[in-house]
């Protein structure tokens, strides 16, 4: 079984710069999770979907990052403009959903560099 | 809300000794999940080891068990026969359901030959 794929795995980029991460779950997973992991730190929740529905955004900086699942299979998440505390790992997870809740499963994440 | 607290910033152990690192959680809902997760240089998050509030017996897994006082509200993790591959931050979760985890701020293993 292929795990959770995230592209690209390295970005730098300056200050004011928009960036974009690619996450694909793996295959029949309905619930798939972004997090925040700041240097020195544990991952945070920023996003969880539901297929294609947002379930928790409660904590998105929603002035600058967005995300989208369309059709509830792949996600991507989008910051712009990008700030320096922005520099983090970036985490994708999914999990089957309802049924087996307690369960994710993470990809290797997208290290962001902004400077 | 729910919290993890890891009050170990860094550990030693010598190889093919046992090692804990503590964890302890704080939450209102009577039914709940808990999670270790290691996590190597190479930044990826790799499940351990999972440990329902309702479970009677302690988790384990290979190496790993996980010893649950559920009256204290700690989750420590154990690994026995320790290898230098086990170096790595280790993170202690938890969540409800199909909530997102709720990491604490990790524990950094190293395993000393």
């Known amino acids: 079984e292929a795990g959770v794929a995230q592209s690209p795995r390295y970005k730098i980029i300056e200050k004011r710069q928009s960036v974009a991460f690619w996450c694909n779950p793996i295959s029949g997973h309905a619930t798939l999770y972004w997090y925040q992991q700041i240097l020195g730190q544990g991952p945070k929740l920023l996003i969880q979907?539901?297929?294609?529905?947002?379930?928790?955004d409660s904590q998105l900086p929603k002035d600058r990052f967005s995300a989208e699942r369309l059709k509830g299979v792949d996600s991507t998440l989008k910051i712009q403009p990008a700030k320096l505390e922005d520099s983090a790992v970036y985490l994708c997870a999914s999990s089957q959903g309802l049924d087996h809740p307690y369960e994710q499963y993470f990809g290797p994440g997208t290290r962001l560099t902004v400077t | 809300a729910q919290k993890i607290t890891q009050t170990q910033p860094g550990m030693f152990v010598q190889e093919k000794e046992a090692v804990t690192l503590d964890c302890t959680y704080d939450t209102s809902d009577p039914s709940y999940g808990l999670f270790w997760y290691k996590q190597p240089s190479s930044g990826e998050m790799i499940f351990l080891i999972y440990q329902g509030s309702y479970d009677q017996q302690n988790a384990t897994e290979g190496r790993y068990s996980l010893n649950f006082q559920k009256a204290r509200k700690s989750a420590n993790l154990v690994i026995s026969a320790s290898q230098l591959g086990d170096s790595a931050m280790y993170f202690c979760?938890?969540?409800?359901?199909?909530?997102?985890?709720?990491f604490g701020k990790g524990t950094r293993l190293s395993v000393i030959a």
């Open positions: 979760a938890m969540n409800s359901g199909n909530t997102p985890l709720v």
């Open positions: 979907f539901q297929n294609n529905g947002v379930v928790d």
